[in-house]
């Protein structure tokens, strides 16, 4: 039984007739970049929100230090909060910067001195202390991300997952999230799975890079092995652009 | 025939009514909207459609029903509420509340899907959501308990039968303003229509402004 | 377990303010609304033509002043202020309907049945003209038949109320019933009688109405009475109190103290001098037959 803060085992998933996932293995450290990349519509989504417990698995388990959780039940509700996803496309509240960011500190009960504190703190790590009290929806796509990830960022959790969350912004701010990142992953040591299809976000952030292709995970490797040595044709074949996605 | 004085109890009477319908009728009927927009349950569309049925319940066959039950001889007719403000209140809550409704189910499901995993993600439980989506929708919300305004402060069949129009009693401005027509006296009945339309226009006004300002 | 906090906790307590204001206001509304003995008021069902003629809001302050019992009332018609009567929702009954009232109290539903006044039907028309020829005649029969004859404009209120089937009672008496298809000199306009007056007025036309309704408003009216005294046009009105076997709530002191009054000498004669348009609609016609 695996103790890594994350294991997939034989993950299958289909959504009517169409099978996404066919069997995804794998483990993820503690305290890694764990990044998944592949074409679009490989079920990159599907993957992060099984991890997340949005979803459950046809078949298969996924673990969190060994232990799994049935979807419906309190624990799952419990290991969801020590998690946290960054969607792509911003999906902000109707309301301030502020309320945004502390939404998931209300969720679990934190009390509001503490609160407060958190939360500037979150808006300051994204640059965005001055806006916090206008309104979500007013902001830039860009800074609607920026905080969209403090919102997650605040809640300390234990395993980070982000889904294409820079897909669509602009040079900036796709360099100051991922630099908050990488900041975030060595202040707090956090473990963090991004999914991108972003080749060159993966090679700048990851420490190990997963290829997902037709439902299986065709290889998993640390980063640099995976850019300059890739093991398999069919990574050959994505990397060289040969692959449409 | 009617002097300042009763004007003033008219459109006292009329606003008291009206906005107490309208409050009763939110307040059931906001709830009950989120949950039927949100919830899964057997037979949700069903009441869905009902919801949305009820919007186009004519207003006079609201009052006849609860005339019929208010009655002496009527099931409720020991609380004695026909021919009073009360019954009139509760006859129009009747009619506000599926409108509330009904615009609270179609706000609701507005909300981005997206929100749902997002609040999920973040760490919610459907309780916490359904605040949640409430929060974003609130726009819509608050359209539908306007709306419902709209229809209470404009009404008469209900009013009418279940009220009496009694004068000094259950007289509002719309019962008035019938009552003047049948008398032919159409300068007064356009008067009671100016005086409705003004109050109506500054409640609505006065919403505005609360919604402009985020209060709302 | 604990329950779980609500983000936007304002939202809430927008609503739990909203519901305890409804609460006290539904209390509020209850408590001046339930019934509470002894009563100090009655509820009086009555027809649209007896509040149209005014005589109502001049005689209750003088009841209530009597008696201090207030009077509510609510005029539908005819029919109907029976039936609310009948279901107990109405103390006393005031309408101008003999055979419905008869089976009324034949039903068992009426305590008693006292005459208190009697008004009568008038054919009016145009002020400055009279195609058919009628003014003067003392019979409406007559009168209808050279309407008829004349193709003179003529509405009719076509809306089966007290007026409405005196007129096609005349029309039957005729022999003839005119409809709006086939004959272009016949209107309906499913209207109350100030109203139907109104249009007569505007499209210089016939119309059949009672005395008081016409009276009231006939400074605003380019018509004037053609016909009358006809003795079958009389219109009577009595008043019945509500049997208290239909309903214990009904408040039958009060009612039969109303019933008095309208039949005793102080109410007959505030009847007899009621006054409108100049002339004196009410012929008090009273009887006490309560008990």
Known sequence: ?245 | MTDFSEILQIVGLSILVSGTSTLIGSVVGVPLGVLVALRKFRGRNFVRTVAFTFYGFPPVLAGLLVFLILSRGGPLGFLGFLFTPIGMILAQSVIVMPIVMGITISAMMMVEKRLHDTSLALGANERQWRTTALHDARVGVFTAVMVGFGRAISEVGTVLIVGGNIRGQTRVLTTAIVLEISQAHYVEATIFGIILFVIAFAVFAFLQRLQAKGVV | MPREPLPWPSFVTVWRAAFVLSALLIAAGMAVSIDLQPRSFIVLATTTSARDSGLLDYLIPYFQSDTAIGVRYTAVGTGQALDLGRRGDADVVLVHAPSAELAFMAAGQGLCRSPVMMNQFVVVGPNQSDPAGILGLTNATIAFERIRTTHSLFISRGDNSGTNIIEKTIWSWVGYTPSTTNDTWYKESGQGMAATLDIASQLVAYTLSDDGTFLVHSANLELRIDVQHDPTLRNFYSVIPVNASVHPSIFVTGALRFAKWLTSATGQSLIGNYTAGGVRPFQPDGQDLCP
């Open chain 1, 1 to 245: 039984m695996s103790a890594a803060p994350l294991s997939l085992q034989g993950i299958h998933k289909s959504f009517g007739a169409k099978q996404v996932l066919r069997g995804l293995d794998a483990e993820v450290q503690a305290g890694e970049i764990f990044s998944i990349v592949g074409p679009s519509g490989a079920g990159k989504t599907t993957a992060l929100r099984l991890l997340d417990l949005l979803d459950s698995p046809d078949a298969g388990r996924i673990t969190f230090h060994g232990k799994s959780y049935p979807i419906r039940s309190p624990e799952s509700l419990a290991q969801r909060r020590r998690m946290a996803l960054v969607m792509q496309n911003p999906t902000v509240f109707r309301a301030t910067a502020f309320e945004n960011v502390a939404y998931g500190l209300w969720l679990r009960g934190v009390p509001d001195a503490e609160l407060r504190g958190r939360v500037f703190a979150g808006l300051d790590f994204v640059g965005l202390l001055e806006a916090a009290k206008d309104p979500a929806e007013k902001l830039s796509g860009g800074e609607q991300q920026r905080i969209a990830f403090a919102r997650a960022a605040v809640l300390n959790p234990e395993i980070l997952l982000l889904d294409e969350f820079t897909a669509n912004l602009d040079p900036f701010n796709v360099r100051l999230l991922e630099q908050s990142i990488l900041r975030y992953r060595h202040e707090t040591g956090c473990t963090v799975v991004i999914v991108t299809h972003n080749l060159f976000q993966a090679k700048r952030l990851a420490d190990r890079v997963a290829l997902l292709l037709d439902g299986q995970f065709v290889e998993v490797a640390p980063a640099t092995d995976f850019f300059d040595h890739p093991a398999r044709a069919e990574t050959r074949a994505f990397l060289s652009g040969e692959m449409a996605y």
